[in-house]
């Protein structure tokens, strides 16, 4: 009988429905809980998601094994934008359109034979989950951990809404085209700065993530040392007498030759409204872009605005104050001292606008000339470990460190009176106010007399209207003729709800909580968080190593400060891995006028289409519809069976690595497991023990054991092929075999789930696989009977025996004088002398 995934799939998954095998429960065993960053529900399911799925399926069902009680759930993120741009594309509603993504996604999950508690799934989009959040956003609220401020956005004019840094691409908005402006609204944040210190210190306890995102983090995070200090003015209007500046680097100020100031700062916004140059420039730098990266990769552009301020340390010295698009307002005080001996960025400036350059110090040994000419045509700017010359010091030794002199000239500020050492962080508080209609409703409302008051609990969920339409540009709540009208909870009169929606990261920074006790009346039910709490695996892309951890673990202590989380719960994940992404080729051909064509993986056979048109073939990259060089999932589940997709993903290379998706590869993996089902089916009933193939199975157990354990699912695989080999070469039948594929079986179970049900039932296995605990490898099978000893002969290795462990010295002896290697050097006379070292090695000295 052949091997018939469909079939047999198809069979184990309603046993295990029935059976209620992934039902998570909250028991006396050991809790582990592992959980994948749910997917967006776009419309269908890739083989990125088979990657991610199949890894944290392997973690679960090796825990449930091993005793544990698991939580394995799923749900989806699924506001946001893309639904709300289907509707204005296409027509209908975004709930319509993510309510039938979603169901299409499950339909194509199930098949995969997933460990996942379903009873436990939720949208983000949910009501109830709206509700639930609505609720810990108004405990946030009262907790002080929200405010309401006014802040500098960027505004698309045509989608009328705010648009995220990484909106705005060129200038311009990244849906409409629109030319992006900047503009001051009032928002909604999260206080998630209050927390930057702890959120920063605590990454050094997170042992069990990627040392590369733990740094990503703290490079967002930024904290910085450095002095704050004030120039006095010159020239300035009324109220500008002066310009407050942090730097990290205060041992350069003696460099300093110009002060920059933002677009953005207070002083250029009043001269802009009188001087229409200024408003041009200032109008130019927004539209070049607002982001650090655009701002980076930008030329560098400035404008002398004709006011100065006078040197803190010498008040007949003053610096002209000019304006340039690299300076931020969001950091620091949107001013900077230009010190371009020592930076790139203000080198490249002051070189563009003809401005001194002042070197404040050269390599060790240098005088002021030689320092200068060092620095008059690049910067020199050492590691700050690295002892420097100073020629135009003013604070301690005049040969040091940059990290001696950066608390040095601090220390001189602060004697002097003149500024202040300050500790800063990058970090800035999370705007969540989107104008939009698919998101989470802020539970708000604005009243004549009470002003900006929290809804009532009792009257969420604050549900969107249905009945909107998306042919107008800009926020189809602002326009709804009924929804905004509610009742104040204070006073009783009327009152406009807030039309601001949520940023969707809100829904994604809490859901492995809510995942506990998804149906609970309250954010948490605190008993079943207390149990599952933290997320002891955590699997994702690295594209969310930033911002999506970071708001996690702020939520985290929210919940925390709100009593809907343990302590224990601050960080709420153990351990993260992040997995590599699976590629496939493109294939291309182009049209009449040259522009490119691409073509699916299905409608090219031998580098050809079905005319017999050849295709070009592009090396492998991320798979991407609009390059589709996408596989299905449920073609090759149809095609092959889960199985394959799942082994082939776990198989090809190691987790944290880009893997890619080839035909052959599939084809390849699924004769391996036709092959293994043979091995079962065609398993003689008779035969003798084979103390080999034992020894071989136990030693599969340590070695897969310790490889999963490890995330090394590619060396567990191969193990896996080594004992799957030692079967069929074996001569062992009867119980031996059974025992030996018993053991296959359970090992494989993590990975090809379905197939492991078949090999145990045949092999003579009692109940299902899933239920079986996982085997423990005899210590006694592990130790070698057999171990080589290498052979020195006059103090070189030379040759090698393989003898029994227990051999005694007098048997190696003579192995070692009958070697023919030996034998040659000592030519035919006795050797000076032979020393065995037992299990280790054997000198012989000729």
């Not at 909604?188 to 993530?209: C, M, T």
């Not at 001087?275 to 650090?292: D, K, L, M, Q, S």
């Not at 969540?432 to 209609?437: A, E, F, G, H």
């Not at 006694?780 to 029994?804: C, F, H, T, W, Y």
């Amino acid at each position: 009988m052949p091997y018939d995934p469909a079939k047999a799939e198809a069979h184990w998954q309603n046993a295990w429905a029935e059976a209620g095998s992934f039902t998570a429960t909250r028991d006396a065993r050991p809790k582990y809980y592992v959980l994948e960053m749910f997917p967006y529900p776009s419309g269908r399911i890739h083989m990125g998601h088979v990657r991610n799925y199949a890894m944290g399926d392997v973690v679960a069902r090796f825990k449930r094994a091993q005793g544990y009680s698991v939580l394995h759930p799923m749900g989806w993120d699924a506001f946001g934008m893309p639904a709300e741009n289907a509707a204005m594309e296409n027509g209908g509603h975004p709930r319509d359109w993510t309510y039938a993504n979603i169901a299409t996604m499950r339909g194509q999950l199930k098949p995969l034979g997933l460990s996942i508690d379903w009873s436990r799934e939720f949208a983000t989009c949910d009501d109830d989950y709206v509700a639930q959040q609505q609720a810990l956003f108004l405990d946030m609220l009262d907790a002080g951990l929200i405010t309401r401020k006014s802040a500098q956005v960027n505004w698309d004019p045509v989608d009328m809404t705010v648009l995220a840094n990484e909106q705005v691409i060129d200038g311009k908005g990244w849906r409409s085209g629109a030319a992006v402006e900047r503009k001051e609204l009032t928002q909604w944040f999260f206080r998630i700065s209050d927390y930057s210190d702890e959120l920063l210190s605590a990454l050094d306890g997170l042992n069990g993530w990627p040392e590369k995102v733990r740094l990503m983090q703290a490079n967002w995070i930024g904290k910085s040392r450095g002095l704050q200090f004030r120039f006095a003015t010159v020239n300035a209007p009324a109220g500008f007498d002066q310009i407050e500046v942090y730097t990290t680097r205060p041992d350069t100020l003696l460099g300093a030759s110009f002060v920059a100031l933002s677009p953005d700062h207070p002083l250029i916004r009043q001269l802009a409204e009188s001087t229409p140059e200024i408003a041009a420039f200032v109008e130019e730098c927004h539209r070049i872009g607002t982001t650090e990266e655009a701002i980076e990769t930008a030329p560098k552009m400035g404008f002398d605005t004709g006011l100065t301020v006078r040197h803190p340390l010498d008040p007949d010295w003053q610096l002209p104050i000019w304006i340039a698009n690299f300076v931020l307002m969001e950091y620091g005080t949107g001013a900077i001292f230009g010190s371009p001996a020592h930076d790139e960025r203000d080198h490249e400036f002051a070189a563009k606008y003809d401005l001194p350059i002042l070197a404040t110090f050269g390599e060790q040994g240098m005088d002021l000339a030689a320092a200068d000419a060092l620095v008059a045509k690049a910067p020199y700017v050492p590691a700050k470990t690295e002892v420097v010359s100073y020629v135009r010091g003013f604070a301690g030794d005049s040969d040091q460190t940059g990290d001696a002199a950066v608390p040095a000239a601090i220390a001189v500020a602060e004697q002097q009176g003149w500024g202040e050492g300050v500790t800063k962080f990058r970090l800035r508080d999370w705007g969540i106010s989107r104008q939009r209609y698919w998101g989470c409703p802020i539970p708000v409302l604005h009243c004549e007399k009470c002003g900006t008051v929290p809804e009532s609990k009792q009257n969420l969920p604050v549900v969107l209207p249905l009945d909107v339409s998306f042919d107008v540009p800009g926020n189809p709540l602002d326009r709804h003729p009924t929804w905004r009208q509610a009742t104040c909870p204070n006073c009783g009169g009327p009152a406009l709800r807030e039309t601001d929606t949520m940023d969707t990261f809100v829904d994604s920074s809490w859901y492995y909580a809510r995942f506990t006790s998804p149906h609970a009346a309250t954010p948490t039910d605190r008993a079943d968080a207390d149990y599952w709490m933290n997320v002891d695996q955590y699997i994702g892309g690295i594209e969310h190593a930033i911002l999506h951890l970071l708001y996690s673990r702020f939520f985290a202590r929210a919940m925390v400060a709100t009593d809907h989380l343990p302590e224990t719960a601050r960080e709420p994940f153990n351990a993260l891995f992040t997995q590599g992404m699976v590629t496939h080729e493109i294939y291309m051909t182009r049209d009449a006028r040259g522009r490119p064509v691409y073509h699916l993986p299905e409608d090219v056979t031998d580098g050809k289409l079905a005319d017999g048109t050849p295709v070009e073939v592009i090396p492998s990259a991320k798979m991407s519809k609009s390059k589709k060089n996408v596989v299905d999932p449920v073609d090759i589940v149809a095609n092959f069976g889960a199985d394959t997709a799942r082994w082939f993903m776990l198989s090809d290379s190691p987790p944290e690595r880009d893997v890619e998706w080839t035909a052959a590869g599939a084809e390849a993996a699924n004769k391996f497991l036709s092959r293994v089902w043979r091995l079962a089916d065609e398993a003689p009933a008779d035969g003798g023990d084979d103390a080999d193939l034992t020894r071989t199975a136990h030693r599969a157990i340590a070695d897969v054991t310790k490889a999963i354990e490890g995330f090394a699912f590619n060396k567990a695989v191969a193990k896996l092929y080594e004992l799957a080999n030692a079967i069929g070469k074996s001569k062992a039948g009867g119980e031996t075999r059974k025992e030996a594929l018993r053991i296959l079986a359970q090992l494989m179970a993590p990975m090809v789930p379905h197939l492991a049900e078949d090999v145990w039932a045949m092999a003579g296995g009692a109940g299902l696989v899933v239920d079986a605990a996982w085997p423990k490898a005899d210590s006694a099978m592990l130790e070698d009977d057999v171990v080589v000893l290498p052979i020195q002969i006059n103090g070189k290795r030379r040759a090698e025996i393989s003898v029994a462990k227990d051999m005694s010295k007098e048997d190696i002896e003579s192995l070692v004088l009958a070697d023919e290697t030996v034998q040659r050097f000592l030519e035919g006379a006795a050797p000076k002398k032979l020393i065995v070292v037992p299990g280790r090695i054997v000198n012989v000295v000729a």
